[in-house]
Every structure is written in C-alpha cells, then in structure tokens.
C-alpha cells in the first residue's frame, strides 16, 4: 500500500519561506494526482494545491495564489510545496495526499492515501 511521508515543516517568522517535501513509498509515482491539504485547529480540512500526473495542471486555493507553488518528481517519486511570503493564518498542519482515480480540476476529486502530516507554524 502506498505510504506517504511529509518533510520540511516547522516555525517560521511571518514573511518567511518553506518548502515542504512528500515522499511516496510506491513502484510507481506517475499514476497519482498529488494534492497538499491542511487543517488549522477548529477548521475544517482544506486543499491547498493540487498538482496532474504529469505536472502539467495545478490548482491551488485563492488564498495562496501567487506565494505557493506546487511541483513534482517522478523519477524522484517526490510532490513539493514551496511556499513564501508566509502569514500567520497559513499555521496550520500540511498533510501529502494522492489519487489514483481524481483529476485536479475536479471539485473534490477522492485521495486514497495520506501521509501523518507535519506543522507549519508562522509566527508575527
């Protein structure tokens, strides 16, 4: 089964940079859409980006457009999300999902597996 493990979070001042790391444990990587979400205590988990088998197509959520970025390594079966310009509202913790059958342009596309998430802090 495909195991999912997030890297790169931590405590990082408002206006700061980070860049979160997903590795998947899987004989092959291409055949998943790859999404980042996050949960913020008391809120509701939310899709931050999503990113095509290919690397062709994202999607992200309004309120990171244009600080976060996310891409891919196939060979490296390997999703990141570099993220700037950081605000204290983006506290929260980041977790690594795939699809097998969901598209990024979906609404709410199925992710099958999950990795254990890591914190994202962003202090002022």
């Known amino acids: 089964q495909v195991q999912l493990a997030e890297s790169g979070g931590g405590l990082v001042q408002a206006g700061g940079s980070l860049r979160l790391s997903c590795a998947a444990s899987v004989g092959t990587f291409s055949p998943y859409l790859m999404g980042w979400f996050r949960q913020a205590p008391g809120k509701e988990r939310e899709l931050v980006a999503a990113?095509?088998?290919?690397?062709?197509?994202?999607k992200y959520l309004d309120s990171v457009k244009g600080r976060f970025t996310i891409s891919r390594d196939n060979a490296k079966n390997t999703v990141y999300l570099e993220m700037s310009s950081l605000k204290p509202e983006d506290t929260a913790v980041y977790y690594c999902?795939?699809?097998?059958?969901?598209?990024?342009?979906?609404?709410?596309?199925?992710?099958?597996?999950w990795g254990q998430g890591t914190q994202v802090t962003v202090s002022s």
């Open positions: 999902a795939a699809s097998l059958q969901g598209y990024y342009y979906e609404r709410a596309p199925r992710y099958d597996y």
């Open positions: 990113i095509s088998r290919s690397g062709t197509g994202t």
